[in-house]
């Protein structure tokens, strides 16, 4: 363990984890007299130090607006702000920086995709395709959408193993289906999907193609050039960084042609009372002032992902995903729901005559934050025939002694019930 | 781990596994449907009021979790015979009991309904002990819509 720490090595010694580990704040406490033992963080992870110093120092040395100014603070903030554009642009692989646009969140940006783009290309009798396991984030926003054009949602089903059945999408993607949008990691029981395959039908049939990368992000490399779709979505406080920031990021041609979704200040070059012209592309989709800080925040997050590095992650997650199946398969009165072929970092669980909200707050009592609820997912939640699960989720900083205590609280759960 | 035990008592465990006046009743006049969104539990409360306002019969269907179930039994056994303005004055002292403000009353004079004053300290909770309720007044109200606990 003599190793000498270099920040960009790949470590995956678990001395190194530990140091990783010492760097979130959040996790070092206690709830109800024991240590926190954090497995929600696919609903959002905690954030490192860089994250939270990196909020900070902008709003205690570069405060103040971005695009707007001529002062020196606002150059500075445009400088940081514009920077994480780039950085951004660089993690996903994407060629062009100018396709990267600052949302809210990935709701946002799911959002701002139906509103623009597809709002012009899907009319009545087009279909959108989107698969039983969506967040309801990539649901509503096409339902909304296709009731409004008179369009079909169409779904791509999946198994009881929770994989997508993909051996019919040559009938489920034809000449009218205009999107599809498609999560790239299921929140609610982990799978990851062959998005490529479904990418590379939809195109063959010139639809627009959107991935929801909410739950891959943090957890694997992305390379939006080799996966070929149009646009790709994701939030950072999913990624270590703060909440109410998200990225879109577009294909440069497409976002070129799109029409502006919101209007205001930023997203405009001239305006008179007759008509606007409006700034170009990324810009002219973020309109009025941008969360500054969540941005730079962001780029802390970013730091802090390939300083650790995917092979690091990568590994250390698996491990923690096969010792956490190994072990809640040994329990009795214990059902896993779901058994993707390529899981990530998310186990979900039901308990014999348990109902998960009871569970959730016995092991909160322990200290175990787990989530309980339809993970928003709730059309999911009737596919496999629950109203609710348990579910635990993984990031960098959980660890071995993490599984021991899920397995521990929910002995304890099963121990006050029977 | 002697907290939980507090709000888990037997009385709500045994309710929770085997709810009473559970299941749907031919006699009634009155329903209406609860639903809590945060974890899913939905309750259908039936009541059969008779014309000088007294709850007679009293029933309920649904899922949910150990403190929504218990709470819908329980208060189907106590509640049978009164009058809905006592049903009212109940829920009033039981509400004050699980989230009041200031000091927490015991549940002096809530008998049985008593069990559930662990609720108080698991906010996130108070919505599940009191969804059956919640939906029982509004079924007394004798307005047919679903209600919510947001
Ligand atoms: C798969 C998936 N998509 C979309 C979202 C929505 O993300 P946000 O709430 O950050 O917009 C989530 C978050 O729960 C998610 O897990």
Not at chain 1, 109 to 117: D, E, F, K, Y
Not at chain 1, 175 to 201: E, M, W, Y
Not at chain 1, 225 to 245: I, N, R, W
Not at chain 1, 362 to 370: K, L, W
Request: proline share 4%.
């Amino acid at each position: 363990m003599n190793r000498t720490p270099q920040a960009n090595e790949s470590c995956p010694s678990f001395s190194n984890l530990d140091q990783v580990r010492r760097r979130f704040p959040c996790l070092q406490q206690e709830i109800h007299g024991n240590p926190l033992v954090y497995l929600d963080s696919a609903a959002t992870t905690q954030k490192p130090t860089q994250v939270l110093q990196a909020v900070e120092s902008f709003y205690q040395e570069d405060c103040s607006n971005v695009h707007r100014g001529v002062h020196t603070l606002s150059e500075r903030a445009t400088i940081r702000y514009e920077a994480v554009r780039a950085k951004v642009a660089q993690f996903i692989h994407a060629p062009d920086p100018h396709g990267v646009i600052f949302t809210s969140g990935t709701t946002e940006a799911i959002n701002l995709v139906a509103r623009t783009i597809g709002r012009d290309r899907v009319s009545s009798g087009d279909q959108v395709l989107i698969s039983a396991m969506e967040h309801h984030a990539n649901i509503v926003p096409w339902q909304m959408l296709c009731e409004e054009q008179g369009a079909k949602l169409v779904i791509i089903p999946c198994t009881d193993d929770g994989d997508l059945i993909l051996d019919d999408l040559q009938s489920l993607i034809t000449d009218r289906t205009k999107v599809v949008s498609i999560g790239h990691v299921s929140n609610a029981v982990g799978t990851l999907h062959d998005i490529q395959k479904v990418i590379a039908f939809a195109r063959e049939k010139g639809a627009i193609t959107m991935i929801d990368s909410a739950q891959a992000i943090s957890h694997l490399p992305i390379d939006v050039e080799q996966l070929g779709c149009d646009f790709l979505a994701f939030s950072a406080h999913k990624m270590y960084g703060p909440t109410g920031t998200g990225v879109l990021w577009g294909r440069k041609e497409l976002l070129d042609q799109m029409s502006p979704w919101q209007g205001g200040g930023d997203m405009i070059r001239t305006v008179t009372f007759e008509n606007s012209t409006f700034a170009d592309v990324p810009w002219k989709f973020e309109a009025g002032t941008p969360h500054i800080a969540g941005v730079i925040g962001l780029g802390a997050a970013l730091d802090f992902i390939q300083e650790v590095g995917f092979e690091t992650i990568q590994s250390h997650e698996q491990q923690l995903l096969e010792e956490t199946v190994t072990r809640l398969d040994r329990l009795d009165g214990l059902t896993i729901i779901g058994r993707p072929k390529n899981r990530i970092s998310v186990v979900s669980f039901v308990l014999d005559r348990i109902h998960p909200h009871d569970a959730g707050t016995i092991m909160d009592q322990q200290g175990v934050a787990i989530r309980a609820g339809h993970h928003c997912a709730m059309p999911l939640m009737s596919r496999f025939g629950v109203a609710a699960t348990i579910r635990t989720s993984f990031a960098i900083y959980n660890t071995l002694d993490d599984i021991d205590a899920l397995v521990a609280a929910i002995e304890s759960v099963q121990e006050v019930f029977n | 781990m002697n907290d939980i035990r507090e709000l888990y008592q037997e009385m709500i465990l045994d309710h929770s596994r085997s709810p009473r006046n559970f299941g749907p009743k031919s006699k009634h006049n009155l329903s209406a449907k609860g639903h809590n969104p945060l974890c899913g539990d939905d309750v259908e409360m039936h009541v059969l009021r008779t014309a000088d306002g007294v709850v007679e019969e009293i029933c309920f269907e649904g899922s949910g979790c150990a403190i929504s179930t218990a709470s819908a039994s329980i208060l189907t056994g106590v509640l049978k015979g009164r009058s809905e303005e006592e049903v009212r004055e109940i829920f009033a002292s039981f509400r004050q009991m699980v989230a009041g403000q200031g000091d927490a009353p015991a549940g002096e004079g809530l008998g049985k309904l008593a069990v559930f004053s662990g609720v108080r300290q698991y906010p996130a909770r108070v919505k599940c002990a009191t969804l059956a309720w919640h939906t029982l007044i509004q079924a007394l109200s004798g307005v047919e819509e679903e209600v919510s606990t947001e």
